[in-house]
Each structure stands twice: as C-alpha cells, then as structure tokens.
C-alpha cells in the first residue's frame, strides 16, 4: 500500500536541484576545492593542442631546436601537474560524496525512526534496505561526478569553440550546429531511460525483499525440506529484475549508440568541411590537423555529458525516493505536551475503537479499566484483539475514536517518548540486536553500568549462566541471538525490562513459545518484575494468568467475560470451557458440572 503510494509520487526539478544542493553546504570548503581543480584541469587540456600547433609552426623555421624543446618540457609540467590536479578530484571528490551519502543515510534512518508502524507494516525491509544502500549509493556518485564533470565539459567545450573559431569560423559554426542534435535526442532518450530504471529499483528491492526472507527462514525452510520452493520463490523475483533490468538496458543501449552515431558523424562532418576549406586554400594543413586535435578534445566531454545523462538518471530516480520518504507523515506529537510524572499506572479505554483497515474494526467501543499495581488479564480466542489492545497503550497505533488515559492523562496529549519510557513489554517473539548480552541487556536503560546491567540479569534469573560462559557479558549471541536457546533469549528481554524499571509491565504471550520446565522458570523471574507495577498480561496458556487480580475474557465481539479466576470458573461460561479444554483435556461443547467447576476454580 506504501509502496503504490510512493511510486505515484513526483517533483518539481527545482524542488529537487534546490534539495540537492542544500546537502553540500556543510562540505562547502571540499566542494569549492573540488571546483577549482576541475577548471584548472579543463584550462590545461585546451593548452596542449595550442602548445602542439605553436611547435609545428616553429619546426618549419631554422634555429628553433631549444623553443621547441622548451614547450615540450611545458607540455610536461603541464601534464604532471594534471596528474596531481586528478588525483586530488578522484580522493577528495569520491570522499566528498561518500559523506553526503553517510548524511543523507543518517538523515533517512532518523526519518525511519518516527515513522508509523503502519508504515513498515505495509513496506517490506527489502524495499528500505534498497533505499538507503543502492539509492544512496548513486546519488553519492552523482554529487561526487554531477558538477565535476559538467563544469569541466562546458569549460572544455566553449575553449575548443573558441579557440576553433579563431582558426576557422566557417568550420566551427558547422560542428557547433551538431551539439543540439545531440542534446535533443539525449533529452528525449531520457526520459524512457529514467521510467526503465524506475522499474528497475523496484525490482532490486523486491529482489532484496526475497533474499532478507529466505536468509532469514533458512533453518525453517531446511527443516522441511523447502529449499527448493524457497529457490523457486527467488527464482521468480530474480527473473522480474533481470527482465526489469534488460529494459532499462536496451533504454540505456539505444541512448549510447545513438550519441555515438552523432559523435562519431562530427568526424564525418569536420573531414568533409576541412577537405573543402584546404581545397579552396582557405586552411593550412597544420590547422586543419590541429583542428583534428580540437575535435577530438571536443568530443571527450561531450561523451562525459552523456554519461552523465545516464548517471543522472540513475541518481534523480533514487532522489525522488529518497524523497518520497522523507515526505512519508511522522507519527504525530502533541502541539502542548502534558508531563507524565510519577506514574502510578491507571490505565483507561473509554469508548476506544480501533481498525487497521477503514472496513474491519479489530476493537469496538471498549470500556476498561486496569488500576494501579494490578495485575490484569486478556485471554481468549486468536483474533480477539488482545495484542492489538496492548500496541494501543504505548502508541503504537492511533486510536480510531474514544480515549485511553494513564492516571487521568490522555495518552494523545503526551509525547510518545515519554509515553514509552513509562511502559516495558515482553513479547513472545524476542528480537536481539547482533553483538555481545551486555549490550542487548543495556538497551533496556542507555548507558547503564556494568554493574546495573549485572544486577537486571540477576533479577532475571540469567547472571549465572551468562557467568559460566568464557566471555561472559561480552559474548558475541550472533545475529538476532541464533547462539541463545529461546529461554535464555527471553530472560535477557527480562532483564532489559528490569533494567528499564517501568511503572507499566506488558506481557504479549511472554512464555508461549516456552517449554513447561523453562515457561515456570521465566516465570519466576516474571512475577518478581510484576511486583509494585500495573501489569498486563496476555496469555493462551490459562495457568499463567491464574493469580491475576482481573482477567477480561475477550474476543472478536468485544469483552464476553470478566472477574478473577474463581469467580469465571464458577461462572461455566467461555473462561471455565477455554481452561476445560486446557487442564482437563474435555471438548468444548462437554458440560462442567458445578462440583468440577469448584474443583477447578479452588485446586488448580
């Protein structure tokens, strides 16, 4: 949805040239050096065929061995001298690039950051990753070659003419007449160009897309056997690039050779033209060779304008969607934002409703209530919203009408840093960050002390393990924590929240994916975290959530049931079948009699 979004936007060239130009202002001073060796390298190119005509002319007089000489050992400086001149644009330029690509990819990562989770809900990583690495990457190219290569082609080409027209106008005017044959079809092969290549960074995300995803499930999709499938799935998306890609090839191809038709037809012209001039007598045969010199001198930066078209192209396409991501709505802060200090963790939902789609409403006008220090339940059937409920509270996603307040406060009116700073969720699918326990353990609270980082994994019943290993808390866990068992994953997400020590605790089916043995030992460690915090908890295994002080029962429909663990048992309704089903191995439509309703509600 993102994406359709994306490619349908344009804009203006000013808008873009003016953009552009804006990232090399804090490169200024490499940018203006940069300049200055490109004119002094296309000055001293237009010298050579001036020195070369005035060597030829003195070889035809007598006693003129040692001026010869002489222009020849200044042909040599000159060319030492372009040498240094080259040097200093290839390192300083290639370097001037690369830091306005390192600022516009710290620019766009910043962007990403406030984005809406919506946002990377709809636009696969694949896409982003090509964005901020293959994009950048030509654009850093661009504002590297971009000015270079122009200011020394149009230096270039207005000397040669100039120079030219002193020799012979006639002749001149004739080849300066060719350029704008060029600069039509160039502008015109463009354009088709630029659509091709379009498509084509389209493609390579989406070839990205598919690598990140079957990276990332190799284990999976070796443990079923579908590395087949998995290679027939990147097999479509590669032939969709590469299809993608031959386009803007064949666009690219039919743009060279069509330049170099052009180019190589001024050859045509000059010959002819100089052929008439020296058969009138109106040419000497050492100007017209040095007008051969200038001709080819001339064609060079024409040709580099026409790479540049290319290099343009590629460059402008991915600046529009750069672009078009930095255009993308930030998530939205209060104008006024109300403090959310010394927090005691009453939590609200008044009327809210919430659709990730207009027409399928996930949550409707829901009352709730969780008061301070208590521990409250959401159980029920997949698809009821419970998840949904807790990305609510932290602002993960905007309400679509109603009110959710903290301590009175509506969460709206906070800004959601600080929001988030008073809330510490436990989810079931752990993400670690590649690098060592330490480091993953100190997320929870930047720059935190080895020492509080050891006492949190304590806490969390994880501080003799990571003891027993050689490096300790500087163990390396591999990427997203692949050396770590799933237990030991969830302790230092724990110990993160421990860290953290926040007045709200979420815990998103924190131990689902747990064995028993493990589940109960994380449990331990989860209810000391719960102590002295309103804590929420979502759960399918039923035993969890036993001792919480409210359990809310709900599903699709809204709210079915609510009360502690004795009072719904008591009740036979879809609480006591749902831990039926559990706990006493029964089908759900079996009835519990009333004696096991008791049972169940005072023994388990």
């Keep these: ?27 200024r001073k490499i940018f203006v050096l940069d300049m200055f060796w490109a004119i002094a390298v296309a000055l001293l190119d237009l010298l050579y ?40 644009i290839q390192y300083y330029g290639h370097v001037m690039g690369v830091k306005i690509q390192a600022d ?26 090509s964005r901020i690495i293959n994009d950048l990457m030509d654009i850093s190219e661009l504002a590297h070659h971009g000015p270079e290569d122009l200011l020394i082609s149009f230096l270039t080409i207005i000397g040669a003419f100039s120079f ?49 995803n079957a990276i990332g499930g190799i284990r999976v999709s070796r443990a079923f056997g579908s590395e087949k499938s998995e290679t027939a799935r990147l097999e479509v998306a590669n032939r969709k690039f590469a299809k993608a890609r031959g386009l803007a090839y064949r666009a690219m191809a039919g743009f060279f050779s069509g330049n170099s038709l052009i180019l190589d037809g001024m050859n045509v012209v000059l010959l002819v033209s100089g052929g008439i001039f020296l058969s009138m007598g109106q040419l000497e045969v050492a100007d017209f060779l040095i007008y051969s010199m ?51 963790g009453e939590i609200r939902f008044e009327k809210v409703s919430f659709a990730y789609e207009e027409d399928r409403p996930v949550i409707r006008d829901l009352d709730l209530e969780i008061r301070p220090g208590e521990r409250f339940a959401l159980v029920g059937p997949s698809g009821g919203g419970k998840t949904t409920l807790c990305h609510l509270i932290p602002r993960f996603y905007e309400i679509s009408s109603g009110k959710i307040t903290i301590d009175g406060v509506d969460i709206r009116d906070v800004e959601r840093s600080e929001l988030r700073r008073a809330i510490g969720i436990v989810q079931q699918e752990v993400f670690l960050f590649g690098g060592t326990i330490g480091e993953n353990i100190a997320y929870g609270k930047p720059g935190a002390t080895r020492e509080e980082i050891i006492e949190a994994a304590k806490s969390a019943r994880l501080d003799e393990f990571v003891q027993s290993l050689p490096d300790g808390y500087d163990t390396q866990i591999g990427e997203r924590g692949v050396k770590l068992s799933g237990g030991q994953k969830q302790r230092i997400s724990i110990a993160r929240v421990f860290l953290k020590n ?7 089916e924190a131990t689902s994916a747990l064995d028993n043995f493990t589940e109960q030992a994380i449990w331990q460690a989860l209810d ?51 831990y039926r089903t559990q706990f006493l191995g029964l089908e759900e439509d079996e009835t519990l009699s009333p004696e096991e309703a008791k049972m169940l509600g005072e023994n388990v």
């Excluded at 030829?56 to 010869?68: A, C, G, I, Y």
């Excluded at 984005?115 to 694949?126: E, H, I, M």
């Excluded at 926040?502 to 998103?508: A, E, G, H, N, S």
């Excluded at 979502?538 to 663990?565: C, F, K, P, Q, Y």
Aim: proline residues 5%.
């Design 1 to 27: 949805m993102e994406e359709k979004k994306q490619k349908a936007a344009s804009f203006p060239l000013s808008f873009i040239l003016k953009k552009f130009v804006s990232y090399y202002k804090p490169h």
């Design 49 to 88: 065929p001036m020195i070369t005509r005035k060597v030829m002319r003195l070889v035809e007089l007598p006693d003129t061995l040692s001026v010869v000489l002489l222009l020849c050992g200044l042909l040599m400086l000159i060319y030492l001298t372009k040498a240094v001149l080259n040097y200093l």
């Design 104 to 129: 516009m990819r710290s620019e766009i990562f910043a962007k990403l950051q406030k984005l809406p989770f919506s946002y990377f809900d709809g636009t696969k990583t694949g896409q982003i990753m």
């Design 164 to 212: 030219l027209a002193t020799i012979n106008w006639q002749i001149s005017l004739i080849l300066f007449l060719c350029i704008p044959v060029v600069v039509i079809f160039s502008a015109k092969r463009r354009l088709s160009m630029q659509r091709a290549f379009a498509e084509s960074r389209q493609q390579v995300g989406e070839v990205n897309a598919e690598l990140e």
């Design 294 to 344: 200038y001709v080819s001198l001339l064609l060079t930066p024409i040709r580099k304008l026409v790479n540049f078209a290319e290099m343009y192209t590629n460059a402008v396409t991915g600046f529009e969607r750069f672009l078009e991501l930095q255009q993308l709505d930030e998530e939205e802060q209060p104008a006024n934002p109300v403090p959310l200090a010394n927090v005691k």
């Design 502 to 508: 926040p007045p709200i605790l979420i815990l998103d």
């Design 528 to 578: 000391q975290l719960c102590k002295g915090r309103t804590t929420l908890v979502v759960a399918h295994r039923l035993s969890t959530v036993r001792n919480a002080n409210t359990i809310v029962v709900l599903d699709e429909n809204g709210i079915r049931e609510r009360g502690n663990h004795r009072s719904l048992m008591g009740q036979n309704g879809v609480y006591a079948a749902l």
